[in-house]
């Protein structure tokens, strides 16, 4: 069982920025990949980002430009650096963790951009 631990959301203005983190429990170099989602009330989830074991990113084209997936295989933990929010980022975010056979999710951290 992979444990998650997001953080690093909250509330921002248009145009700022957050950066947010997911540790995992387990050494994140033996996932086939991580990725961030992202749920905004009344949608479905979707994919905001992913980075491979051998990281290759894959960036949504709704955020491309703006947002930058990376990460630190000695900390066991993925970021998401969120540049020029809009309004249409605010959503629930969530870190998944893809083993060979299993996936694993975070709790969530909310993401609120006002205008």
């Known amino acids: 069982q992979v444990q998650l631990v997001e953080s690093g959301g909250g509330l921002v203005q248009a145009g700022g920025s957050l950066r947010l983190s997911c540790t995992a429990s387990?050494?994140?170099?033996?996932?086939?990949?991580m990725g961030w989602f992202r749920q905004a009330p009344g949608k479905e989830r979707e994919l905001v980002a992913t980075?491979?074991?051998?990281?290759?990113?894959n960036v949504a084209s709704s955020v491309r430009g703006r947002f930058t997936i990376s990460r630190d295989n000695a900390e066991n933990t993925i970021y998401l650096q969120m540049n020029s929010l809009k309004p249409e980022d605010t959503a629930v975010y969530y870190c998944?963790?893809?083993?060979?056979?299993?996936?694993?999710w975070g709790q969530g951290t909310q993401v609120t951009v006002s205008s």
């Open positions: 998944k963790y893809s083993a060979l056979r299993m996936s694993y």
């Open positions: 387990e050494s994140i170099f033996d996932s086939i990949g």
């Open positions: 980075i491979s074991s051998g990281g290759t990113t």
